[in-house]
């Protein structure tokens, strides 16, 4: 297992920005896919970004051009640069470590979006 320990969350007005952060306590290089999450109030859990070991990034639809997933491997850091912030966008945000060995979450941060 990997420890993810996620940080950056908080209210912000729409169309603003935040940056979250997710520390893992394991070389994030050797981790096949890195991945951010968010579950709405009342919803299910979706997928919102993504980063492969090889450096293969994706994102969901609705983020598409507002967020922006990077990695730094000498930190063992993974961050969600968000802009352009709706109120939909108002979820707990969960980062997510995956291998064929191990599937790893974080305790999560909320985002909070006012209108």
């Known amino acids: 297992q990997v420890q993810l320990v996620e940080s950056g969350g908080g209210l912000v007005q729409a169309g603003g920005s935040l940056r979250l952060s997710c520390a893992a306590s394991?070389?994030?290089?050797?981790?096949?896919?890195m991945a951010w999450y968010r579950q709405p109030p009342g919803k299910q859990r979706e997928l919102v970004a993504s980063i492969t070991r090889g450096g293969s990034i994706g994102y969901a639809h609705s983020v598409k051009g507002r967020f922006a997933i990077s990695r730094d491997s000498a930190r063992n850091t993974v961050s969600l640069q968000m802009v352009s912030l709706k109120p939909e966008d108002t979820a707990v945000y969960y980062c997510?470590?995956?291998?064929?060995?191990?599937?790893?979450w974080g305790q999560g941060t909320l985002v909070t979006v006012s209108s």
């Open positions: 997510n470590a995956f291998s064929l060995s191990h599937d790893s």
């Open positions: 394991r070389p994030i290089s050797v981790i096949d896919t």
